[in-house]
C-alpha cells in the first residue's frame, strides 16, 4: 500500500484556524524552496499571510532564492514583523526588540498588528531556532519564552501559525516540545529529491503522508 500524497495547496486548506503548525528541516535541506513555495501558494489560493522574522533570518532566505535567479516578489510585498535583527528584508510594518521581557514582546507585537489591522489569516515564523537557542542554557527563561510566545496564540480563532524551524540549532528536548505543543509537524529532507513527510496531525490517516510541492 502506498503512502498518500497530497498536494502543498490542498494540505494548507486543510489546515484549521487555530493550529500551530511546525515544519523542521535540517542546515543542508533546501528550506528556502519550500518557504518559496509556501508563499507561492498562500498567493494562489488566496489566503492572506504575513511573515515574522526573527533575527534576519528571511533575509537569508530571500537571498538564497535571489542567488538562484527567482523572483522573490512574493517576500519583497509581503508584510513583515521584525524580531531582532537588523536586516529589512520585505514591506517591514513593525519591529519588536528582543532585548525586551517576553510579556513586553507579546505586547508589542499584538499592538502592531492591530495597529495595521492584520490579526487574521496565516503567520510564517523563521529564526525561532535562533532564538530558543539563546535560551538554551536558561530552562527557566526559555519557559517563559513558551509560555507567553508560543502557548497563546494556540487555539486563537483567527489565525493559523507555521514555525519553519532549523532542528539541527536546538536541543532534542527544546525540539520535543515545539512537536508537542504543534498541531501537525511536518519533516523537510532531501536524498536526491525534497521530500516533506507528516511526522504529526490532527488527522491520523494524514500520518506518513508526502506533502508534494
Known amino acids: 500500500m502506498t503512502k498518500l500524497e497530497v498536494s502543498l495547496g490542498e494540505f494548507i486548506e486543510g489546515l484549521k484556524p487555530g493550529e500551530d503548525v511546525l515544519v523542521e528541516y535540517s542546515s ?31 533575509h537569508v532566505l530571500r537571498t538564497h532564492l535571489g542567488i538562484m535567479g527567482l523572483d522573490a516578489g512574493v517576500i519583497d510585498n509581503a508584510k513583515v514583523v521584525k524580531m531582532g535583527g537588523i536586516i529589512e528584508t520585505g514591506s517591514v510594518v513593525g519591529k519588536v526588540d528582543l532585548a525586551k521581557e517576553p510579556p513586553v514582546r507579546k505586547k508589542h507585537y499584538e499592538a502592531i498588528l492591530a495597529g495595521i489591522g492584520e490579526e487574521k489569516g496565516f503567520r510564517l515564523i523563521v529564526g525561532f531556532e535562533k532564538v530558543l537557542a539563546s535560551y538554551e542554557n536558561d530552562p527557566r527563561e526559555k519557559e517563559r519564552i513558551f509560555g507567553y510566545l508560543v502557548r497563546p496564540h494556540l487555539g486563537n480563532p483567527e489565525r493559523v501559525t507555521v514555525y519553519f524551524v532549523n532542528r539541527d540549532l536546538i536541543s532534542e528536548r527544546t525540539l520535543n516540545e515545539l512537536r508537542e505543543h504543534c498541531t501537525r509537524v511536518l519533516s523537510l529532507t532531501f536524498d536526491g529529491k525534497s521530500r516533506l513527510r507528516v511526522l504529526k496531525s490532527l488527522d491520523i490517516e494524514e500520518y506518513g503522508a508526502e506533502v508534494v510541492f
Open 28 to 58: 543542508t535541506a533546501p528550506v528556502h524552496i519550500l518557504f518559496y513555495r509556501f508563499l507561492r501558494t498562500l498567493n494562489d489560493i488566496g489566503r492572506p499571510f504575513m511573515i515574522l522574522d526573527e533575527l534576519d533570518q528571511l
